[in-house]
Antibody, heavy 124, light 111 residues
Framework: QLQLQESGPGLVKPSETLSLTCSVS??????????WGWIRQPPGKGLEWIGS???????FYNPSLKSRVTISADTSKNQFSLKVSSVTAADTAVYFC????????????????WGQGTTVTVSS | QSVLTQPPSASGTPGQRVTISCSGS????????VNWYQQLPGTAPKLLIY???QRPSGVPDRFSGSKSGTSASLAISGLQSEDEADYYC????????????FGTGTKVTVL
């Protein structure tokens, strides 16, 4: 059974870089059948897709965050990571990692398996 | 601001049928398949409907999805107390170099 688990600091200072890791068990991220992505949810608000990574290394990012976001993978550890630079209070959210559906790897078509989420607060 | 618009709330009594709408455009719902997610309080979202009208294994057939033009709908028939949750539609949007977008979300209350 596929499981995803987010990890990383729960508190980040403004202007610094937020770094999270998603550890995957029960399946390999080196598969052409799925993308691997990040989604966030500010307190009391809706879901926002951040971006996704394919096993080939190709990525898709939300244009609203693209200049500050990097998603990368460590296949030896079966993990993928998120970095968001120059954070502000607006980046305070629950961050979820997820496996995402795809059709022939052209683009991500939405999460089907989610991690439990991790809360990140941006504050000095 | 999401490009997919949902009503903020919907409600019904146990056993009733509730329908949630999701309004988009030609660059998203009009050209791709829709997913629906259920988020119970304090938990991660769960895939409820994929490819517009398909249910993952384990999802009751009380939940059904459909699409017409640039709008999609989720129907919950035989509403149960455990259906009280937030529901989000979602789809790939081909504008702005492409991005996956979620709807604004609908809170379903079982009266």
């Amino acid at each position: 059974q596929l499981q995803l688990q987010e990890s990383g600091p729960g508190l980040v200072k403004p202007s610094e870089t937020l770094s999270l890791t998603c550890s995957v068990s029960g399946g390999s991220i080196s598969t052409p059948n799925y993308y691997w992505g990040w989604i966030r949810q500010p307190p009391g608000k809706g879901l926002e897709w951040i971006g996704s990574l394919y096993y080939s290394g190709s990525t898709f990012y939300n244009p609203s965050l693209k200049s500050r976001v990097t998603i990368s993978a460590d296949t030896s550890k079966n993990q993928f990571s998120l970095k968001v630079s120059s954070v502000t209070a607006a980046d305070t959210a629950v961050y979820f990692c997820a496996r995402e559906l795809t059709i022939f790897g052209v683009a991500p078509k939405g999460p089907d398996v989610w991690g439990q989420g991790t809360t990140v607060t941006v504050s000095s | 601001q999401s490009v997919l618009t949902q009503p903020p709330s919907a409600s019904g009594t146990p056993g009733q049928r509730v329908t949630i709408s999701c309004s988009g455009s030609s660059s998203n719902i009009g050209s791709d398949n829709v997913n629906w997610y259920q988020q119970l309080p304090g938990t991660a979202p769960k895939l409820l409907i994929y490819t517009t009208d398909q249910r993952p294994s384990g999802v009751p057939d009380r939940f059904s999805g459909s699409k017409s033009g640039t709008s999609a709908s989720l129907a919950i028939s035989g509403l149960q107390s455990e259906d009280e949750a937030d529901y989000y539609c979602a789809v790939w949007d081909g504008s702005l170099n492409g991005r996956y977008v979620f709807g604004t979300g609908t809170k379903v209350t079982v009266l």
